[in-house]
Nanobody, 114 residues
Framework: QVQLVEPGGGLVQAGGSLRLSCAASRSIFRFNTMGWYRQAPGKQRELAARISVGGSTNYSDSVKGRFTISRDNAKNTVYLQMNSLKVEDTAVYYC????????WGQGTQVTVSS
């Protein structure tokens, strides 16, 4: 069964930090690069960060140096540590494979206030 569950969002002031987590079905997680995507109001969904099964990471220019993606293969969980948050990071955050599947979880709202 496909499952992507993304708790951990919330409201934070600019400059603050949040940590997101995503628990995935083992069948999805074990062989796939995982990504964190985000969709800001009125914008298309974009890839923020991805991590391979072996741990290689890649970040979009907008989050590089501030966000860190990691994964725990034993727990089938991928994390996103977000530091130095900016108002423009406000979005719904989703995890998915990279490239993404058609199935998406409900995502988690991150709101950064000024």
């Amino acid at each position: 069964q496909v499952q992507l569950v993304e708790p951990g969002g919330g409201l934070v002031q600019a400059g603050g930090s949040l940590r997101l987590s995503c628990a995935a079905s083992r069948s999805i997680f074990r062989f796939n690069t995982m990504g964190w995507y985000r969709q800001a109001p009125g914008k298309q969904r974009e890839l923020a960060a991805r991590i391979s099964v072996g741990g290689s990471t890649n970040y979009s220019d907008s989050v590089k140096g501030r966000f860190t993606i990691s994964r725990d293969n034993a727990k089938n969980t991928v994390y996103l540590q977000m530091n130095s948050l900016k108002v423009e990071d406000t979005a719904v955050y989703y995890c998915n494979t990279y490239p993404e599947m058609d199935y998406w979880g409900q995502g988690t709202q991150v709101t950064v206030s000024s």
